[in-house]
């Protein structure tokens, strides 16, 4: 199984600052099968990125995916103050995995 | 509009059993793979099990294997998850969500979960 860690734990940005999210996988995997998901409390997670850079339908340019092997980024250029939630990133090799997640919070 | 209900949900004794539905609507549901996805109160994203678009294929983690069946049923738009055997840490929200077609098995529609809560 593919495991997946991601830092940090606790982003504390302010609304307007860059965001990167890192991904980090136990073994190579490839890009076509990273994704990025935000999860608001109370809702169901929501699908921001895959294939590693491709933007879901409906998701705002400001977030962006990158990188390759075992490590994956996603950065949200400028934060909004609806950006603030949890985001996890997920991998299909053998089986689908996700990672612990990242919560960014207002500083 | 492309929406995935899940109802079933409920507290249960650990060592019974509860079936989960998830009734989609606003798409061919024939034609997509489906998977059920959980969280336990506070935690992460788990992955349960996936089924391919006729059925015929399965696959589920380990954690489960022998006591949840994932199916479907395309003349109904729906799909179950039959959990046997229910332990205090299958306590979690259950998710419906759809495998995206060309999306390198990203799950692109997610339903609004339904909680299950297994007493000890």
């Known amino acids: 199984e593919i495991v997946l860690t991601q830092s940090p734990g606790t982003l504390s940005l302010s609304p307007g600052e860059r965001a990167t999210l890192s991904c980090r996988a136990s073994q190579s995997v490839s890009s076509s099968y990273l994704a990025w998901y935000q999860q608001k409390p109370g809702q169901a997670p929501r699908l921001l990125i895959y294939a590693t850079s491709s933007r879901a339908t409906g998701i705002p340019d400001r977030f962006s995916g990158s990188g390759s092997g075992t490590d994956f980024t996603l950065t949200i250029s400028r934060l909004e103050p609806e950006d603030f939630a949890v985001y996890y990133c997920q991998q299909y090799g053998d089986s689908p995995t996700f990672g612990p997640g990242t919560n960014v919070d207002i500083k | 509009e492309v929406q995935l209900v899940e109802s079933g949900g409920g507290l249960v004794q650990s060592g019974g059993s509860l079936r989960l539905s998830c009734a989609a609507s606003?798409?061919?549901?024939?034609?997509?793979?489906m998977s059920w996805v959980r969280q336990a109160p506070g935690k992460g994203l788990e992955w349960v099990a996936n089924i391919k678009e006729d059925g015929k294929k399965i696959k589920c983690v380990d954690s489960v294997k022998g006591r949840f069946t994932i199916s479907r049923d395309n003349a109904k738009n729906s799909l179950y998850l039959q959990m046997n055997s229910l332990r205090a840490e299958d306590t979690a929200v259950y998710y419906c969500a759809r495998v995206g077609l060309g999306t390198g098995w990203a799950f692109d529609i997610w339903g609004q979960g339904t909680m299950v809560t297994v007493s000890s």
């Open positions: 606003g798409f061919t549901f024939r034609t997509y793979w």
